[in-house]
């Protein structure tokens, strides 16, 4: 059930960097690319603060 919860709550943050590159007038595919590469930090960020 963790796992569920764990990859929602990254799809999540994949999303939601996703949309603010592209509202700032990045490609779908540079906007992938971003939160791709961006959302891993997000979550050690989120986890680490959990502690």
């Known amino acids: 059930m963790t796992d569920t919860n764990a990859t929602e709550t990254r799809r999540y943050h994949f999303e ?10 990045a490609s779908e595919d540079e906007a992938t690319r971003i939160a791709t590469n961006t959302v891993d930090t997000v979550m050690d960020k989120a986890a680490s603060s959990k502690k």
């Open 16 to 25: 939601q960097i996703r949309a603010r590159e592209l509202a700032r007038g």
